[in-house]
């Protein structure tokens, strides 16, 4: 075990909430203070100011389930996809290799708002797709790149000697990836996968250029009918804020009782 911790690399995603780490402790922690801060913040606007604050409150909580159901739509198709690609760019197979690299090469380097208008718009011009399916395709199209590449590091993490073992037991390339290769590796990917969630969902704002009554969509409707901007966009950010630190948490036990099952 000693030696498989050595040999796994450090998986970088460049993008994410800042997941609190196990130095983050005591009562005073960053975490605490932007989170309560925030909570704070906007309860206290909302009881001292109702209007227009507790109005915008009280518009936006269909966003946000609208929100959730995007964001987890597109992660868990990401996931299909960004394990297909992630076994595919270290298929020995040339074609197969060649196709998961182009993918990735290629979606990661178009901007995900290009994305999409290309699905909604472009596309749409010659078969409907609704607008929230539309999100759900484009963000998991995207993000499918970078997990592919996670699922990628995680699997090349796990030592050699692992495959060779299971083979020598017996067991044929796909019996050793499914039950030896791909548990352990699933270990590997979970922390940047949840940054990746939490970062699929900030990302997630931009499909309210679609039409989609996502949190951003809902609040600029508020805005453009009461022309309260600042207190709208106020909340909107608390909102976005509470909700991703609350996840980054979830997520940060998550990986800790991981590694103590390690």
């Known amino acids: 075990m000693a030696d498989l911790e050595r040999a796994r690399p450090a998986i970088e995603v460049g993008d994410g909430a800042a997941i609190p780490s196990k130095s983050d402790i005591g009562l005073f922690t960053a975490w605490r203070f932007a989170f309560f801060g925030a909570v704070i913040l906007l309860v206290y606007l909302a009881v001292t100011r109702p209007d227009p604050y507790l109005a915008i409150l009280k518009f936006v909580p269909d966003g946000i389930l609208v929100t959730f159901e ?3 739509g597109a992660i868990l198709l990401a996931l299909v996809i960004g394990l297909v690609a ?54 998991a199209f995207c993000y499918g790149a970078y997990m592919g590449e996670v699922f990628r590091a995680g699997i090349q993490s796990i030592p050699k000697g692992q495959m060779e073992a299971a083979r020598s037991l017996g067991m044929t390339r796909g019996e050793a990836m499914r039950h030896v290769i791909l548990p352990q590796a699933v270990k590997v990917v979970l922390p940047p996968i949840g940054n990746e969630f939490i970062a699929l969902l900030k990302d997630s704002s931009l499909v309210s250029i679609l039409a989609v ?37 979830l997520i940060g036990i998550m990986e800790e009782r991981i590694s103590a099952g390690n």
């Open 70 to 72: 995007v964001t987890v």
């Open 86 to 139: 992630g076994l595919g760019r270290i298929a020995s197979n040339r074609l197969l290799n060649g196709l998961a690299s182009l993918y990735v090469e290629v979606i990661r380097g178009i901007p995900l708002l290009v994305q999409l208008f290309y699905i909604y718009y472009a596309l749409g011009r010659f078969v409907h797709v609704p607008d929230i399916a539309s999100a759900i395709v484009a963000m």
């Open 213 to 249: 009554a996502d949190i951003l969509r809902r609040g600029r409707e508020f805005a453009s009918e009461s022309f309260t901007y600042f207190e709208t966009y106020t909340v909107i950010a608390l909102v976005y804020l509470i909700i991703t630190l609350f996840l980054s948490k």
